[in-house]
T-cell receptor
Framework: EPEVTQTPSHQVTQMGQEVILRCVPI?????FYWYRQILGQKVEFLVS????????KSEIFDDQFSVERPDGSNFTLKIRSTKLEDSAMYFC?????????????FGPGTRLTVL | QKEVEQNSGPLSVPEGAIASLNCTYS??????FFWYRQYSGKSPELIMS????GDKEDGRFTAQLNKASQYVSLLIRDSQPSDSATYLC???????????FGQGTTLQVKP
């Protein structure tokens, strides 16, 4: 069964460093998302991506964040200068086979720890 | 601010019983409604989607939607200890697919 994959599973970084989180969405899906979940809190939307551009972003997704689909399979989230409060689980999700976002399937997540 | 509200629980039911999980949402324009299951330390796993008023059944799970009352529920029949998890209600409006999640309800099924 097709699934979303994410690497690395755990990333530890120093405050101020750049990190890149990687995702391989389900093949043929058209919509891609990043969410994050701070320990004990709700899953929060960060950004949606369709047709090679951002379709919506949240207030959390400020200038420190960027997304890219560098090739036909990978979808990345970059945090330019990490802060302590960026420590969270980051989930990639994908959806949509026919041009309309429906059920979203989540990857296993990357646990980001900023020291 | 669009909100999705759930009782955080824990909701404790004996094995074999029916578990009833509830969710309310604030945006009347919401179009798509989902239930995800999340085990501790894992990612959300989609278990049900519902788009129109009424009931939708899939195995032991039944989702119910009442748009007039802005209310979504999930019934789990014949609850098993393996159903013990946090159940997340998620709501989508607009055409980007953005999901707004509730806090989740923790379900404990006791053998």
């Amino acid at each position: 069964e097709p699934e979303v994959t994410q690497t690395p599973s755990h990333q530890v970084t120093q405050m101020g460093q750049e990190v890149i989180l990687r995702c391989v969405p389900i093949s043929n899906h058209l919509y891609f998302y990043w969410y994050r979940q701070i320990l004990g809190q709700k899953v929060e939307f960060l950004v949606s991506f369709y047709n090679n551009e951002i379709s919506e972003k949240s207030e959390i997704f400020d200038d420190q964040f960027s997304v890219e689909r560098p090739d036909g399979s990978n979808f990345t989230l970059k945090i330019r200068s990490t802060k302590l409060e960026d420590s969270a689980m980051y989930f990639c999700a994908s959806s949509g086979l026919a041009g309309f976002p429906l059920e979203q399937f989540f990857g296993p997540g990357t646990r980001l720890t900023v020291l | 601010q669009k909100e999705v509200e759930q009782n955080s629980g824990p909701l404790s039911v004996p094995e074999g019983a029916i578990a009833s999980l509830n969710c309310t949402y604030s945006d009347r324009g919401s179009q798509s409604f989902f239930w995800y299951r999340q085990y501790s330390g894992k990612s959300p796993e989609l278990i049900m989607s519902i788009y129109s008023n009424g009931d939708k059944e899939d195995g032991r799970f039944t989702a119910q939607l009442n748009k007039a009352s802005q209310y979504v529920s999930l019934l789990i029949r014949d609850s098993q200890p393996s159903d013990s998890a946090t159940y997340l209600c998620a709501v989508s409006s607009g055409n980007t697919g953005k999901l707004i999640f509730g806090q989740g309800t923790t379900l404990q099924v006791k053998p």
